[in-house]
């Protein structure tokens, strides 16, 4: 996932300094959370991890419920409630995760629905379904895995349909694919998996 501007976006989207919304220590704190927990690794333990996101989180939904007009500070928002979702099935907390990465597929979904031009929110959608598919296989959710695997492979599709010279989406494409044919396997659907071609 691309890493959030929050800094050019205060500059460039905040109100004028009387009316601001926020102030440099409560975006400074946002960093260094964001920051901590992209730094612990599994054999630091997963709790720092996130103790840290859950700032970032609070942080960013403080932003967004205060301009909820402003899609930048939702997009934040996604992002964290998919850091937090993710680090929670890492840790095996796999309902918790799931439930918390559906949040941000949520507002991936409206701010699609708001800006539908911008290619980083139909990856960023991509990815978090593809999230949301991973952690539906470890709990043993196959026939489920296989519906947000579809979902992330047409975004991914989309994106490079729209963009000849946009290797990642294709590499994403290839890769959905995989996980696709993987998972058709587990389902014992081996017709339907041989449909499946890299592009």
């Known amino acids: 996932m691309q890493t959030r501007r929050l800094l050019v976006w205060l500059i460039l989207a905040a109100p004028a300094p009387a009316q601001r919304l926020y ?15 992209k730094e612990i690794t599994p054999g ?23 301009d909820p007009q402003n899609l930048q500070a939702r997009e ?30 949520a507002l991936d979904k409206q701010l699609m629905s708001a800006d539908p031009k911008r290619a980083v929110l139909r ?10 598919a991973e952690t539906l296989n470890k709990m043993g959710d196959a026939a489920g895995a296989l519906q947000s695997y579809k979902e992330a492979r047409g975004f ?15 590499l994403n494409v290839s890769a959905t694919d995989a996980k696709i044919a993987a998972t058709l396997f587990r389902l014992g659907q081996f017709d339907e998996r041989s449909s499946f071609h890299l592009v």
């Open 23 to 37: 102030n440099a220590d409560q975006d400074r704190r946002a960093q260094e959370a964001l920051k901590a927990g």
């Open 44 to 66: 630091a333990g997963f709790q720092s991890a996130l103790d840290n996101f859950h700032e970032e989180l609070a942080i960013y939904k403080s932003f967004a419920e205060r």
């Open 76 to 105: 934040d928002l996604s992002g964290a409630y998919y850091d937090v979702g993710d680090t929670l099935v890492k840790m095996g907390k796999f309902s918790e995760g799931l439930a918390t990465i559906r949040r941000a597929i």
């Open 123 to 132: 990856s960023n959608l991509a990815q978090h379904r593809v999230a949301e």
């Open 156 to 170: 991914y599709q989309g994106l490079a349909l729209l963009d000849d010279h946009n290797l990642d989406a294709r």
